[in-house]
Every structure is written in C-alpha cells, then in structure tokens.
C-alpha cells in the first residue's frame, strides 16, 4: 500500500495530459495537478515556514484551490484540518485550540479571523522534490459533527486514508474511465473522501460545489457524460422534489452512485432501483473514525434493504456485548469494527483513553446492532439514545421506521422521556413532522399497534417544523431532550 499522494504521482506519470479535475470552463491535467501541489507545497514551507506534522486548518471549499492546499500540505509535510467554509466562531474556536495551527487557509465566512487566501498558496512557488511521507504520519484530523457531546477531533494517518480509499473503490468498482459529480461538502469524510477514491484510480472530478441548482447538476451530468456522483439521502430528496424523476433519463449512462447512511426510506430506495436499473447503487455506513465499514448495494440486496449491507472489503464487524465478548450471531449488541482504516488516535487524547474505544482490534462504534448468518447488520440505535422501559431497551430507529410509514407523517425522531408515574424509569416519546395537519395522535397510534410491542409505543407526540440533523444528515436525538 503506498499513499494517496504517490498514487496521484502514479497517474501524472502514467497519463499526464488526462483531465484530472474539471471546474466550470476549468480543466486541470494529472500532469498540471501535481505540478500545482508540488508548487503549493514549496510556498507553504517558504511562506509559512510549514515543518513536518505542523497542523493547517483549511476552509474546505469545493473548488479545485482546495485540491491543490490539500495535497500541497501533505507533500509539505503538514497535517490538514479541513473545516467547513460555514463553521460558526465557537465551533472554530474549539478547533483552533485543539489543534493549534501554524496557518487558516482559505476563506471562512463567519469566523473573526483573517486567513490566507488560496490564491497566495496556490500561485508561484518552485516544485519541490517529492518524499513519501511514513504510512503511520498523521495525514488529517476531522473533527466530528457528531449527534452527541463535543467534537472529537479523528486523526486518521496515510495508511488509515489510502486504506478508505482501496476499500471503497473495490466495492464500487471505480476505475480510471469513470467521470465523478462532486456536489458534496469536502469538509467532511465522505466528501472528501470521493476526492481521494477518484483521483487514486485515475478518474475525472467535476467539481460542483453543491445541489442547490438542478439546471447545473443536470447540466454537468450532460455536458461531461458523468458516470456516478455521491449524495445523501436528503439530496435524493432535493433532487426529487425538484426534478422529479428526470434522473432516469441517465439510466444508461451512470455506472455508479454512492449514498451516505442515513436514513433513507425503503420506498426512496426502490424508486432510485426502478429510475437506474443498470447502476450500482451503493450505500455505505461508517463514521468519521471508520469510514464505509460497510456496503449495500441496493439490486443485488433488493431484499435486504432495510441492512446497513455487509463488511466493507478488508474490513470486518462484529457484534460484542457491553463487556467486550463477541455475541453470537441475531443478538443486539455494540457494532464494533476492524481494518486498516480505523482511526489511528484522537487528536489531544491519551492512548489509554483512545484504547478506551476498542475492545482488542475492534473499534467501538458506538451504535447498538444485530449481525445475521449471512453478515448483514440491522442498525437499532446509538447506544447513547437507546430507550430503557422498565428494563425493556427501546431502539428509536426501530419505531421511527414505522412511524415514517404512516400516510401524514414526512419524517420522526423518537427520544426517552421521564415516566411521570415513575413506574417503567423511561418511556418513549415521539417528535414528527407532518404533512397532514389533521393526522391526530389516536390514528398514529392505532397505525402503529399492529407492527409494534406495547412498551415500544409512544406515549407522547410533539409536532415540530424540522428533525434536528448533522451537516451528513444524521437525526440529533439528544438535541430533542434539551
């Protein structure tokens, strides 16, 4: 395994005058590509007097500036810190602190801060004589969005990143012939971690920035024959609302998508399956510290949908009990993984608290799981947000999955409330969002009797305008409790 950096440098060898990355009327060649991050990374060490492991936080904007600082910083030696453009001043505070940078690249747009901007870093400079950095170096630290408590900032070195990158291009099948969408955040693993997928195998990355036009998504789609893109499950909803079904009209073109995990309903999946019959239609699951632990893909899983699908190739899960002993097979339990693109530290933690969050190899994810026979993981629920009913547990996601069902109701979240009788300790309670302002608390209940156990009903409902979400759409349960 070699690093992403000299995989680049593979492909600039091997086909210099291919486009790497297009943006707008902008084409860059393999060749120019790594010629402008050898560049930028003489400038960060003349300018910036950058050494090794020095730590630089980037405005992580989707343009082609980023790509450059990004592999720039790497190739100086340093570590990046990519932080959303957005990122508000206490969020940006916390970081600073953490990590204590030599430089902020890039423009932030709500932070009190003046930052260097990426036309200082990218233009002029010398190509520097390139060294490899050691597999075990600190590449990046990305700090969580996380739906409970502070951010942790995830140190993921060049083994852990080159090692994402293979295990997601071997499911997918990515390959050099293949033409990405971008219109993710690269602020954040998956993202970001696209970048990296194509440019390793030799692809090109149309660089969109954002869904929020569908002229231009569709457009690009066209104009540059693009063969897969990545979404969440709430662009899907975007991109439905506001084309309808206009994306089957790519059926015959799209190789690939990939879709970050959250939820996404069984009926949204069988629309996407029945509009691109022939794409490999992919959803993964992972987490900042364990990027894609696993994949579905949802034709060939068209009758486990409902999965977070399998192991990731060169990865493995498991299920383990609250004492670390791996479970059998159909029992609930902690979804714990292994591979070689687990996490190496958290930033600012001592080893023995990091070692904390593993039993043996395995990282503790965090999330409550059944695995099968066949190795399919059913996801019941953070831990943290499992509800007790008088010693009975309660996965949120489990009755949130019926709720969503319900004619009226466009999405729910379900939290533990106090029981007032203080008889059962916790009873659940749901928040939802309606479409139907008549749908009354009685009908939601009588549709959810059949499907559910008395003790998983909930005994309370509060409408609310919107679901609290992290930036990759995962439900902040906890922010409900507040």
Known sequence: MITIEEQILQ?????????????????????????????????????????????????????????????????????????????????????????????VLGVLHKVDRKPVSFAEITTGGEPVAFEPSQMGDVADVLFTTGTTGAPKGVALSYKN??????????????????????????????????????????????MLGTFASMKKFFGNLEKHHCTGFGMVPAS????????????????????????GSSFMSKEDKELLMQLLPNTRICMHYGSTEASRSSFMEFHTCKDDLLTAGHASPNCDIKIFSPEGKELPYGEQGEVCVKGEHVTCSYWNETPERFASDFYGDYFRTGDSGVQDERGYIYLKSRIKEMINVGGKKVAPMEVEDM????????????????????????????????????????????????????YKLPVAFERIAEIPKTSSGKIQRLKLKS
């Open 403 to 454: 709720l969503n069902v319900i004619p009226g109701i466009k999405e729910s979240a379900c939290v533990a409330m106090p029981d007032p009788d203080g008889v059962m300790g916790e009873l659940v309670k749901a928040f939802i969002v309606c479409d139907d302002d008549t749908l009354t608390d009685a009908e939601i209940l009588d549709a959810l009797r059949p499907k559910l156990e008395v």
């Open 161 to 206: 990143v080159a090692a994402a990158a293979e295990n997601i291009n071997t499911f997918i099948q990515n390959g050099q012939d293949d033409i990405e969408l971008l219109a993710l955040p690269v602020s954040h693993s998956f993202g970001l971690g696209r970048v990296k997928c194509v440019l390793t195998k030799g692809g090109s990355l149309v």
């Open 236 to 259: 899907w909803g975007y991109i439905k609302k506001m084309s309808g079904q206009k994306i089957g009209q790519f059926a015959n073109q799209l190789k690939y998508v990939e879709i």
């Open 11 to 103: 492909n600039a060898k091997l086909f210099p005058a291919k486009t790497a990355l297009i943006a707008g009327e902008t084409t860059v060649t393999y060749g120019e590509l790594w010629d402008r991050c050898l560049r930028t990374a003489e400038v960060l060490r003349s300018r910036l007097a950058l050494k090794k492991g020095d730590r630089v936080i980037i405005a992580a904007a989707g343009n082609i500036e980023f790509v450059y600082t990004y592999f720039g910083v790497h190739i100086a030696g340093g570590i990046c810190v990519p932080i959303d453009p957005d990122t508000n001043q206490t969020r940006f505070d916390y970081i600073y602190e953490s990590t204590k940078p030599i430089a």
